[in-house]
């Protein structure tokens, strides 16, 4: 995205343009970006050659589920719904894995249906569960088990997953004792040990402890995994204070790990995918005076995107045609909807806005749509995808007929 001619422009195309023609609020998603991301991913662990697996919930749009699938990624899924949305989308189902701390019986049976790659499971009863399933198949399903490394991700307390007081994976002791227990199965083979610490990681210091504590619970397994789960979690630049994870260093640290066992590493990134490339465009409603800072009340709300009302997150905002006018107060960009958090973000310094004109809100690809909702009986956006410089619509705005 840059400005040509004072007119912000998303790979070659105006989005002055798009807004015109696709009103507004409008998610766009930039194809050579997420490209870009998944090259870039590919480059940093070439020495490791991962199965790559895109976290489906981060952006479920089977569109761009298929193309980052022709791109070479698998998914990860923690739903059935996530799960058929990546089988219908054209992921290979032994690039699958389940993950989630709460999986159905239905939802095991059709992961052993379809032969996916292999369920984690996060709990002795899940293990229980799938065994159960397995023998009235008279099939033996290959199954990982989630670790809880009880390491601080060093990122949002909402978003941390590997620490002890979170809900995720088992602990130490269990997991050694549930090791034993699924080698001795006769319908479930162990083959994966997984971990997740968090999202939105910036630091590679939480990846190195987390190796740490894999190394420690390997060897005290004695068992010779075949895959090692690494989770996601890595961060993108959304202060655009270019900080961001050293990713040459985490490979580094992960061939350390390996120290030339034949383990297959498995990740499963979703926001440093496609967090960059998404971009939702809004129009200005009106403009409230206030005394210390101004309320641009734009089109887009929290139900478009909710990251900075659930997590206090950033996200930049520009305008999509510049000016050297500034504006003499703060700005406070706010959506429509009738709460207090329908706010994008607080700018002390900012050009100098008129209603009826376009922003755009920056790094919303991963954890915008998808966590979008009809609250207020507000329809969800219309989204685009940008590729080769051609528009494809790839999700229509919803009508208010079909909401009413």
């Known amino acids: 995205m840059k400005y040509i001619k004072k007119n912000l422009l998303i790979d070659g195309l105006k989005l002055e343009v798009l807004a015109k023609k696709y009103s507004t609020p409008l998610y766009c998603y930039s194809y050579k970006k997420i490209k870009e991301n998944i090259l870039n991913f590919k ?6 050659d991962p199965l790559i697996c895109f976290s489906v919930k981060a952006n479920p749009n089977k569109t761009l589920l298929r193309e980052i699938g022709k791109l070479g990624l698998g998914a990860d ?11 219908n989308s054209g992921i290979k189902a032994n690039k699958i894995v389940f993950s989630g ?62 620490k002890k007081e979170n809900k995720f994976g088992v602990s130490e002791k269990v997991f050694l004792n549930l090791v034993q227990y699924v080698k001795n199965s ?5 083959s994966c040990i997984s971990v997740h610490i968090g999202s939105q990681i910036l630091d590679h210091k939480p ?17 010779e995994f075949e895959y090692i789960d690494l989770g996601g979690g890595i961060g993108i630049d959304y202060a655009k204070n270019k900080k961001k994870l050293d990713l ?39 403009i409230k005076e206030g005394d210390k800072k101004d309320f641009i009340i734009i089109d887009a709300a929290m139900n478009d995107l909710i990251r900075p009302a659930l997590y206090n997150a950033e996200h930049q905002i520009l305008p999509v045609k510049i000016s050297k006018a500034k504006s003499n107060k703060a700005y406070e960009f706010v959506g429509p909807i009738c709460e207090s958090t329908d706010k994008f ?49 790839i999700n229509l705005r919803q009508k208010l007929k079909n909401l009413t």
């Open 43 to 48: 480059k940093n662990f070439k020495g490791i």
């Open 77 to 87: 899924v923690v739903s059935m719904g996530e799960l058929m949305r990546a089988l």
């Open 101 to 162: 701390v709460g999986k159905t019986t239905k939802e095991i049976n059709y992961a052993i249906d379809k032969k996916i790659l292999l369920i984690n499971a996060e709990s002795r009863s899940e293990i229980l569960e799938i065994e159960r399933i397995a023998k009235i198949k008279n099939k033996r399903i290959k199954i990982g088990i989630r670790l809880n490394p009880n390491t601080d991700a060093k990122t949002l307390s909402q978003i941390s997953t590997g």
């Open 186 to 190: 006769k319908f479930l083979k162990l």
């Open 207 to 223: 990846y190195e402890k987390m190796l740490t504590v894999l190394q420690r619970v390997i060897i005290k397994t004695q068992f």
């Open 248 to 286: 040459k260093k985490y490979s580094s640290n992960i061939k350390k790990f390996l120290n030339k066992q034949k383990y297959k590493i498995i990740f499963e990134p979703g926001r440093s995918i496609i967090a960059n490339a998404g971009f939702l465009i809004s129009r200005i409603i009106y």
């Open 345 to 393: 973000s607080t700018l002390k310094i900012f050009q100098k806005l008129n209603e009826k004109e376009l922003i755009v809100i920056c790094d919303v690809g991963a954890y915008g749509m998808s966590l979008s909702s009809n609250y207020n009986l507000r329809p969800k956006p219309t989204e685009l995808l940008i590729k080769r410089s051609k528009v494809k619509v």
